[in-house]
């Protein structure tokens, strides 16, 4: 197992657009989670699924925000008419019980 | 929530110094962890530590729980050890601080 894997790693779009992101976890871990990081700053928790369920949603994730995990395997992120407020690194990470462990994060750049 | 604190925001050193990062947490966690943020941006993990101490070469970590604090030591620092460090604590998710910016000078 190569770690939290996530795709793509750089996604440049328009202002309006849609896009998504996906997160492959480590293969036994039943948790996952989505961050935002902006420059300068912590990340900062979006959203958590325990197998596929989603247990819990930040603030943060507006309604353009939505966030599944089918069967509780991977996961997508997907935002909706995208704004340039929402440009930053979005991290995924995954754990059994404890530990979690980051995949490489996708940076999003609105313009 | 939980809040996380760190500190100090940012540090300099001579290459071979020591140093101690601190982090506070306002509430009871399950879970603590290090971090360093390469300049690519991922997190690596350093220590899982909701509490005692350990050790990984030139980095160590102790957490006293009951008063709500870890520390991240790093001894005879290197230039590859500049970057961000982060502190991570919570119960089932975690909260994270701001962050150390660390640079080692040569």
């Known amino acids: 197992d190569t770690g939290v894997s996530q795709d793509p790693r750089h996604k440049i779009t328009k202002r309006g657009q849609n896009v998504t992101f996906r997160c492959d976890p480590i293969?036994?871990?039943?948790?996952l989670y989505w961050y935002r990081q902006t420059l300068g700053q912590g990340p900062e928790f979006l959203t958590y699924f325990q197998n596929e369920a989603q247990l819990e949603k930040s603030r943060l994730l507006s309604d353009r925000f939505s966030a599944e995990r089918p069967k509780g395997s991977f996961s997508t992120l997907e935002i909706q008419r995208t704004e340039q407020g929402d440009s930053a690194m979005y991290l995924c990470a995954s754990s059994l019980e404890a530990e979690a462990f980051f995949g490489q994060g996708t940076r999003l750049t609105v313009v | 929530g939980i809040q996380v604190e760190q500190s100090p925001p940012d540090l300099i050193l001579q290459e071979g110094a020591n140093s101690t990062l601190r982090c506070n947490f306002s509430?009871?966690?399950?879970?603590l962890q290090w971090f360093h943020q390469n300049p690519w941006g991922q997190l690596i993990n350093l220590f899982y530590?909701?509490?005692g101490t350990k050790q990984n070469g030139r980095l160590s970590a102790t957490t006293v729980a009951t008063e709500r604090y870890s520390l991240l030591y790093i001894s005879s620092s290197q230039t590859t050890d500049s970057g961000v460090y982060f502190c991570?604590?919570?119960?089932?998710?975690?909260?994270f601080g701001t962050g150390t910016r660390l640079k080692v000078l040569a």
């Open positions: 991570a604590a919570g119960t089932y998710k975690y909260i």
């Open positions: 509430d009871s966690v399950n879970n």
């Open positions: 530590i909701p509490s």
């Open positions: 293969s036994e871990h039943n948790r």
